[in-house]
């Protein structure tokens, strides 16, 4: 059973895009491979999962380290382009992302997009989907300090107050697949759900594990709230206790 919309504690969803809305981590991992070995390197699967996650920036550097000789700035534009390219081909939906985005449209709950991917890619996702979900976008290129800091999830919440001043940090919940984004997430106080999928995640009771979106609904994210009933809902949420 839904909560009235003006007594709900849920006003506000924030996405992480790569691997929680789109499966886009072999896309990424891919690029770095062939920008690696056109320089004459070698990148191994290791070296790609410290890259989950994390600031285009950071990553760019680390391919830098290892013989790529090109610009942070020329690194960061040589791996979004191979990504959009891919997008282009086949967008890789992850479970339930698509139908949760849709559910809470229908129940007039705002989504604000919250990636480290630069606005190119961002654009092309969205453009994909079926709908305008989302009322902001808080890219890599739009803020100074990447996941893990929480500088992206505050502009969004700050973008969110612009057409309502009573949004707080304690009416948002944050979906994320990443250690950097899930550590981004909850440092900035908002409600976070860690969808794991390339790299595993702890429990922690800091934040609340889902094994996946698929079957997952507005009532679950709505429970994950301060104030919010104590009742029943298709997959309850499990609460642990305390890239891009």
Do not use: N
Not at 11 to 33: C, F, N, Q, R, S
Not at 119 to 130: D, F, I, K, M, T
Not at 155 to 167: K, N
Not at 216 to 226: A, F, H, N, Q
């Amino acid at each position: 059973m839904r909560l009235p919309a003006d007594s709900s504690p849920l006003k506000a969803v924030l996405w992480d895009m790569d691997g929680t809305i789109v499966d886009t981590e072999p896309y990424w991992i891919a690029a770095e491979h062939a920008l690696v070995e056109a320089h004459g390197g070698t990148w191994s699967h290791e070296q790609a999962m410290q890259l989950v996650g994390q600031s285009l920036t950071f990553s760019a550097g680390l391919l830098k380290d290892a013989g790529v000789e090109l610009e942070i700035r020329d690194i960061i534009d040589t791996l979004t382009g191979a990504v959009v390219s891919s997008v282009r081909r086949q967008v890789p939906w992850r479970p339930g992302a698509r139908e949760l985005l849709e559910e809470l449209h229908l129940a007039g709950v705002r989504c604000a997009l919250v990636t480290m991917s630069e606005g190119p890619l961002a654009r092309e996702v969205v453009a994909s989907l079926p709908r305008q979900y989302f009322e902001v976008l808080v890219t890599g290129d739009t803020v100074t300090q990447g996941k893990p800091h929480p500088e992206a999830y505050l502009t969004a919440v700050e973008w969110l107050q612009d057409a309502d001043p009573d949004l707080g940090l304690h009416h948002c919940v944050a979906l994320e697949d990443s250690v950097p984004g899930v550590s981004a997430a909850v440092a900035s106080g908002v409600a976070t759900v860690a969808i794991p999928h390339i790299v595993p995640l702890p429990e922690d009771e800091r934040y609340t594990l889902w094994d996946s979106l698929a079957g997952r609904t507005v009532t679950d994210l709505e429970s994950l709230l301060p104030g919010a009933p104590v009742r029943g809902s298709g997959g309850p949420a499990t609460p642990l206790g305390d890239r891009r």
